[in-house]
């Protein structure tokens, strides 16, 4: 990689942000690294991972009781839109261990509070990408088999109809409506919270202006890291819900590694 390879952003703050390009082996190196931090402090790594596992699987009953289980299909697929912000503890972990420090289970649960403002209108924003994508599969639903708000027995009574006609032209239209939003909300998030975690005086605007450019810079390595994101967090679904206890620390670990090798301060 050559200095005439990377790109400068000026954003007006003390010194101009660098955009680094890299390969389409560095998406794996990522990986490989989110593993590494995960096996230097398993405990706390897993900790947070289950906490999120708990939170997911009291989300499910909550809405299962209420006779709102339909929405779980929707919601789950839309675990993507909100995956860097529930990461945001394992970026804590990573960067106390880059930094030498150990990290702890309290730490990584108060890591929003370095930059709260910033960080929480990153959350509006995907928060926003998640409704569009629930709104979007209603519409879905309601277009195709004509039930606008489906309950628990019509969801049920439609499963077999997805391999239908109706329902498989249902399935890759919403996929494709779902990989559009999914893609841009990656692109304008893919940096930005570990951006606004290390750079407590960075705002969100700054933050998804120099994400963007990291993608634009970096299409295809940036298309395959999303594609593995997404792999592996369907994976850690697939599997119960309780695969995200691992699955989803070695994302959080493995995207702040993303991080630090696509954006750095100066030169």
Known sequence: MTAAANARLDLGGDQPITIKKVSMDAPWAWLRAGWRDLTRCPGTSIGYGL?????????????WMTDQGSWLLPLLAGFMFMGPLVAIGTYDMSRRLQDGET????????????NATQIAL?????????????????LLF?????VSIPTVETTLVYTDLLLSGTGVALVITGTVIGAVLAFTAFALSVVSIPRLLEQPRA???????????VVKHNLKPM??????LSVVTFAG???????????????GH???????????EGG
Do not use: N
Request: no cysteine; proline share 2%; aromatic share 12%.
């Open 51 to 63: 906490i999120w596992v708990v939170v997911s699987l009291v989300l499910i009953g909550g809405l």
């Open 103 to 114: 990290p702890t289970l309290g730490h990584s649960l108060l890591a929003w509070r370095a």
């Open 122 to 138: 990153t959350g509006l924003l995907l928060m926003i990408f998640l409704l569009a994508w629930i709104r979007f599969a209603t």
């Open 142 to 146: 309601a277009l195709f088999f004509g």
């Open 203 to 213: 705002s969100v605007l700054e933050a998804v202006i120099t994400s963007l450019v």
């Open 223 to 228: 298309l395959l890291w999303g594609l593995i």
């Open 237 to 251: 679904l697939a599997v119960g819900i309780i695969g995200l206890a691992v699955t989803l620390p070695v994302l």
């Open 254 to 264: 493995a995207s702040w590694h993303a991080y630090k090798d696509l954006v750095s």
